[in-house]
Nanobody, 120 residues
Framework: QVQLVESGGGLVQAGGSLRLSCAASGSIFSINAMGWYRQAPGKQREFVAAINSDRRANYADSVKGRFTVSRDNAKNMVYLQMNSLKPEDTAVYYC??????????????WGQGTQVTVSS
């Protein structure tokens, strides 16, 4: 089936930068939307950013101007460049893909998550 694998999380000081990557694998013809969500301890999972196959992007208000989502359609990858990080950005970041077209149908999928910790 389809699998999403994230990488690039870690520990960074406030004001620093990190770049997350997510690779989708499987017999994929195309993917409609790819994006990122995050979940901080004790909080619900929340939307961060997403990008369509035509590269139209949407962002949560809390990250606008600091985060940039991009994708490589040929490689079925999505990226999240995070700049000017704040301690409140600390969370587990999850990759999400919707409208994954395969020989067996159309699916959605989640990655396993990668930890981002921003120290003050």
């Amino acid at each position: 089936q389809v699998q999403l694998v994230e990488s690039g999380g870690g520990l960074v000081q406030a004001g620093g930068s990190l770049r997350l990557s997510c690779a989708a694998s499987g017999s994929i013809f195309s993917i409609n939307a790819m994006g990122w969500y995050r979940q901080a301890p004790g909080k619900q999972r929340e939307f961060v950013a997403a990008i369509n196959s035509d590269r139209r992007a949407n962002y949560a208000d809390s990250v606008k101007g600091r985060f940039t989502v991009s994708r490589d359609n040929a490689k079925n990858m999505v990226y999240l460049q995070m700049n000017s990080l704040k301690p409140e950005d600390t969370a587990v970041y999850y990759c999400n893909a919707e409208g994954i077209v395969t020989m067996r149908g159309v699916f959605g999928s989640w990655g396993q998550g990668t930890q981002v910790t921003v120290s003050s």
